[in-house]
């Protein structure tokens, strides 16, 4: 990826949330960012996730993952689950969770929780396109939702670490 398509994706904003998932007594966890809406009725969401990472093969096994809404005041969900420590399989291990009925993972200190019955997959690039209705909503509090534009770094692909300053002052001239 070049330096200015990184900075491009970079710029996208987009929310910040931990995707949960389990097949009987393993359970994962993991940082999740490419997460949207993509239906009104049903409600749909669509997560794209990693084909090599431990939660892939979970989702892909069982049909069901938690996408956990990180807030403000739950940041340290999103630095716990991008951190090195959390890459190892039974991560929840080190946060409050409760099985939702279908045993989704659902985080306790996360602002809200979405468990989603997967209804199609698609294989796109390096990643797998889960496309989930939403079957419970399980709201734990008051607090604004952490976005891209909250942290110091993003990944789009790779990691980009943010410049401190708003743009470099280059352009079309426009």
Request: hydrophobic fraction near 40%.
């Amino acid at each position: 990826m070049t330096p200015d398509l990184a900075r491009a994706f970079a710029s996208l904003t987009t929310g910040i949330y931990v995707l949960t998932a389990a097949d009987g007594d393993q359970a994962h966890g993991m940082s999740a960012s490419w997460v949207t809406q993509v239906s009104g009725e049903p409600p749909l969401l669509l997560v794209a996730v990693g084909r090599r990472h431990l939660s892939h093969d979970l989702i892909a096994r069982v049909g069901w993952f938690g996408i956990n809404v990180v807030g403000r005041r739950s940041r340290h969900l999103e630095d716990y689950f991008f951190s090195d420590a959390a890459r190892r399989p039974g991560n929840l291990d080190m946060v409050v969770w409760e099985a939702s009925r279908h045993g989704v993972p659902l985080l306790c200190d996360a602002l809200v929780n979405l468990e989603c019955r997967v209804n199609e997959r698609v294989e796109v690039g390096d990643r797998t396109l889960f496309v989930g209705a939403i079957e419970t909503v399980v709201w734990r509090g008051t607090d604004a939702p952490l976005t891209s534009q909250d942290l110091s770094y993003v990944f789009v692909g790779e990691i980009v670490h943010r410049d401190k300053r708003r743009g470099d002052g280059g352009g079309s001239g426009c």
